[in-house]
Nanobody
């Protein structure tokens, strides 16, 4: 059974930083991609970033490029999303998804999500 557990969300002022973690189990972590998504109230879920563990490729939503960094610790089966220079528009519930494919954006399972709130 695939399990994804996110942590690291919270309340931060604009310009601040947070690091989200997604601990994964139940699949071959090294062979698949893990994606981060977010959903703000009243808006559709959107892809934020993705890391392809099989080949190391990274993907970012345009609005977070240069501010967010995705990384993977394969020894810990954990993917991180370092978020710097946060803006109020980054406020959302952030969820990780895996196993999947960054190009097709298809993922098998989703975590429960962690709330990120950026105050102005």
């Amino acid at each position: 059974e695939v399990q994804l557990v996110e942590s690291g969300g919270g309340l931060v002022q604009a310009g601040g930083s947070l690091r989200l973690s997604c601990r994964a189990s139940g699949f071959s972590f090294d062979d698949f991609a893990i994606g981060w998504f977010r959903q703000a109230p009243g808006k559709e879920r959107e892809a934020v970033s993705c890391i392809s563990n099989s080949d190391g490729r990274l993907f970012y939503k345009d609005s977070v490029k240069g501010r967010f960094t995705i990384s993977s610790d394969n020894a810990k089966n954990t993917v991180y999303l370092q978020m710097n220079s946060l803006k109020p528009e980054d406020t959302a519930v952030y969820s990780c998804a895996a196993p999947g494919n960054c190009l097709t954006q298809r993922f098998g399972s989703w975590g429960q999500g962690t709330q990120v709130t950026v105050s102005s």
